[in-house]
């Protein structure tokens, strides 16, 4: 009976293993996303004009086009989920999403965390203001002035990578979106605010020009989409769709919807 018994259970932890290697082989990768059938994408829905919310509240934006044409190039569903941007990679880790696809910068700390997308686009993190008495030609300028940003952004990474950083730190006022920074600039609370052009230069059309870009800025800053570390197969596909769709002219003609230019770009990191 004991023989028996140590069979049966040398058989069923055998099973076990095998049923959890299959399920872990299964569990990552594109074929995991394309068994499902569904790929879901993590977003901040205030990042205009990468993926925001419009006037009826629909989920809009650059990023949301090319998304969902790459999602068609590959052939599964896309699904958009908005989330905490302060918790985005817990929720990428945990597999409430698939992939971080909003504007994302492609920093040296992201690109050992996860596994990275070619670069798409590339933007710079400049500085802009409503005081016409506010000049920023240097870094050294911002000892004195009350800077506002948002918290956990590429913005705020690019400060903190100046070397300058430790003389204006002080400064920085960190806000959960780009439109409370916005508002304390218009009461005068504070001076200028560090972001991303293509979202400074998008609000900026939407309030008739009042902010001005300063001459100082914290260089280019390129985009990519985050994906689990693990999960490399996922982003080759993508980066291989968003080739496609530069082919094809889909990619050009979804920029020039939202830049007036085509600015997409599919570059390897150097």
């Not at 509240?57 to 905490?84: H, M, P, R, W, Y």
């Not at 999403?97 to 965390?113: F, L, P, V, Y």
């Not at 309030?207 to 689990?228: E, L, P, S």
Request: charged share 30%.
């Amino acid at each position: 009976m004991k023989k028996l018994f140590a069979l049966l259970l040398a058989v069923l932890m055998l099973s076990a293993v095998l049923t959890g290697c299959g399920g872990t082989e299964k569990s990552g990768g594109w074929d995991y996303i394309e068994k499902k059938g569904v790929l879901v994408i993590g977003l901040d829905d205030t990042f205009a004009p990468m993926g925001f919310r419009d006037e009826n509240n629909n989920l809009v934006g650059f990023d949301i086009d090319l998304a969902t044409a790459v999602g068609e190039q590959l052939g599964v569903e896309v699904e958009f989920k908005s989330i905490d941007w302060d918790a985005k990679e817990m929720e990428l880790s945990s597999k409430k999403i698939d992939c971080i696809w909003n504007g994302m910068s492609a920093t040296e700390e992201r690109q050992k965390t996860m596994a990275l997308t070619k670069k798409y686009l590339n933007n710079k993190i400049v500085i802009m203001t409503m005081d016409p008495n506010v000049k920023v030609d240097s870094v050294e300028d911002l000892q004195n002035l009350k800077i506002a940003t948002q918290a956990d952004s590429a913005a705020l990474e690019a400060m903190q990578a100046n070397e300058a950083f430790d003389s204006f730190s002080a400064n920085i006022s960190e806000y959960p979106t780009y439109d409370e920074c916005i508002l304390d600039m218009q009461s005068g609370r504070m001076d200028c605010m560090v972001v991303d052009q293509v979202l400074g230069e998008y609000k900026n059309s939407k309030m008739d020009g009042k902010m001005t870009v300063c001459n100082f800025d914290f260089g280019n800053d390129f985009y990519a989409i985050g994906c689990r570390k693990d999960d490399t197969g996922v982003a080759d596909k993508i980066s291989d769709a968003i080739g496609a769709l530069i082919e094809n002219g889909k990619a050009a003609e979804i920029s020039d919807k939202w830049f007036g230019k085509d600015i997409v770009i599919l570059e390897d990191y150097e």
